[in-house]
């Protein structure tokens, strides 16, 4: 998902993608476990994308807090 794309997002709809994205790398994880995950490549990909989610979360609590300033 592209930052773009996340910053279109509501706040409920932000967290909901986050909750969503950690849930799915935690079912990817026990599938690591187990050996039953077979692309690899996609638990780096949840977890950038919910660094990015976080990232924008961040900004607009940031930006919040300097508004009331």
């Known amino acids: 998902m592209k ?3 996340i910053r279109d997002l509501s706040s ?3 967290q909901a993608k986050i909750n969503d994205a950690r849930e ?3 079912k990817m994880r026990f599938q690591q476990a187990t050996g ?3 692309d690899f490549t ?3 990909a949840v977890r950038r ?3 990015r989610m976080l990232t924008i979360v961040h900004q607009r609590m940031q930006a ?3 508004g009331e300033k």
Do not use: F, N
């Open 42 to 44: 996609r638990l780096s």
């Open 49 to 51: 994308d919910i660094a």
């Open 36 to 38: 039953e995950l077979t």
């Open 12 to 14: 409920d709809a932000l």
């Open 3 to 5: 930052a773009s794309e």
């Open 24 to 26: 799915e790398l935690m």
């Open 64 to 66: 919040a807090q300097e």
